[in-house]
């Protein structure tokens, strides 16, 4: 324990900055302006001025000294009086984007090609423009990636140029974040999310219907499980349950003309296997009704025929929401339970997330986002460190996590925390739901 008097402020720290610039990038979450208003109020107390980017790297990848980036249009300088009661606020303050300046850049030799790194250039000068010598990154795995590759084309600047370090905050509603435990917002949404479902049971249960919610979580079932815990669904399934006999394979062509084998959903026994449960309620447990929970992420192991025309961001993602994974697995459900029974059961899909994305926060996000956002301005002004993300564990206790530890060194791609298979966590949901004898 420190000698330090328990009432008293920790020691105003021995560092150069005199301005910051807070960025956030990606999807939105609750807590977000918990994260913002710490941070910034951290370096505001000692003097630093703070600039917040509008709208992530909207702004920054496109700047040229031609048109000088604007306050009030492209950031604006953040004051007490901007920040009066917004650590619990909804929404995000600053605005935020998909923009990715480092998406012509998916290996280390193509820092070195002045084209691919062009819009990194960009935001690099665009921050110089205005003064910021240090830079706090909030967003999710994506903007990691960004915030990596910024660290990486200025370590390879002319060893006199200015260097602004830059440390990231990790952000998002899927949990599927290496290095942290829990990623503020998650329960949040966990827990607008599990409301939904409990509306849904009631609902389902008066018509004697059920319900196929898709949820976020693109990568990972860490909110889909969690959603589906909290409001006690009758069966979830996500990414790491397409395994064993829902899981199959094809060869895919890459749009650089390489082919790949591409592991793929056996949309059959998956299927089959929500059927099963809904069998199981009717005939052991006499209900005719119930919700089930996918995880969006299962998009991405359709076959590629069921892909096809579907747009991709600027991350090479697939738009999910133009998939409609509820509504194609709703009618896929419907038509093979009255196959199996000869009875026709009311099977609706429909898509969950967007509404948790921006619910207000709990207590528990507001403390962990207001723990990352200090840990933000603790990792830049005590420790001087760069290129490092911000982690909590423990009793909010702050870990600092090098870049390198989190991003493959040749894809520069970032490592996806999944839930593991057989964990606690795992069998927390088989243990809850609707149980089938497989």
């Not at 960009?122 to 910021?132: D, F, H, K, P, Q």
């Not at 917002?185 to 319900?211: K, Q």
């Not at 084998?261 to 009704?289: L, S």
């Not at 911000?390 to 970032?414: A, H, I, M, R, W």
Request: charged share 25%; aromatic share 8%.
């Amino acid at each position: 324990m420190s000698n330090r008097e328990s009432l008293s402020r920790p020691p105003k720290a021995a560092h150069h900055f005199r301005r910051v610039a807070i960025l956030f990038a990606g999807g939105p979450a609750p807590g977000a302006n918990a994260v913002i208003s710490t941070a910034a109020t951290s370096f505001m107390r000692e003097g630093t001025e703070v600039i917040g980017m509008k709208h992530g790297y909207s702004s920054l990848a496109d700047y040229s000294p031609a048109t000088p980036l604007a306050e009030g249009r492209d950031y604006i300088k953040i004051t007490p009086e901007f920040l009066k009661r917004t650590r619990s606020g909804q929404g995000i303050m600053l605005g935020t984007a998909r923009t990715n300046p480092g998406k012509h850049v998916s290996h280390p030799s193509h820092l070195e090609d002045p084209e691919r790194v062009g819009p990194l250039k960009n935001a690099y000068e665009g921050l110089r423009s205005l003064g910021v010598e240090a830079l706090i990154s909030i967003g999710g795995d994506d903007t990691l990636k960004t915030a990596n590759k910024f660290k990486l084309y200025q370590d390879r600047l002319p060893a006199d140029a200015p260097r602004i370090p830059v440390v990231h905050l990790p952000k998002t509603i899927d949990n599927d974040y290496m290095g942290i435990d829990f990623t503020f917002g998650y329960f949040t949404a966990v827990d607008t999310l599990g409301g939904e479902i409990r509306n849904l049971l009631y609902d389902a249960e008066a018509s004697r219907a059920y319900f196929l919610c898709e949820t976020m979580g693109r990568s990972a079932g860490w909110l889909s499980y969690g959603a589906a815990i909290a409001g006690e669904a009758s069966l979830v399934i996500s990414v790491e349950d397409i395994h064993g006999k829902f899981r199959g394979e094809e060869t895919v062509t890459t749009p650089d003309g390489q082919t790949r084998v591409k592991p793929v959903m056996n949309i059959d026994e998956v299927v089959g296997r929500i059927v099963k449960t809904m069998r199981v309620r009717e005939e052991q447990e006499g209900k005719q009704y119930g919700v089930i929970v996918m995880a969006e992420g299962l998009a991405e192991y359709l076959p590629a025929k069921a892909l096809e025309g579907i747009p991709r961001d600027d991350h090479g993602h697939i738009s999910i929401s133009h998939v409609q994974l509820g509504r194609m697995f709703a009618k896929l459900v419907s038509d093979e339970f009255k196959k199996q029974t000869g009875r026709s059961r009311k099977v609706v899909g429909l898509q969950l997330g967007y509404e948790a994305r921006c619910a207000k926060p709990h207590a528990f996000d507001v403390m962990l986002g207001s723990q990352l956002g200090v840990g933000g301005y603790r990792a830049l002004a005590e420790r001087g460190l760069n290129g490092v993300m911000v982690s909590v564990s423990g009793q909010l206790d702050l870990n600092y996590v090098p870049f390198e530890e989190l991003v493959d060194p040749n894809t520069l791609v970032t490592v996806v925390r999944y839930v593991e298979r057989g964990s606690d966590f795992h069998n927390l949901a088989r243990f809850l739901e609707t149980y089938v004898n497989e």
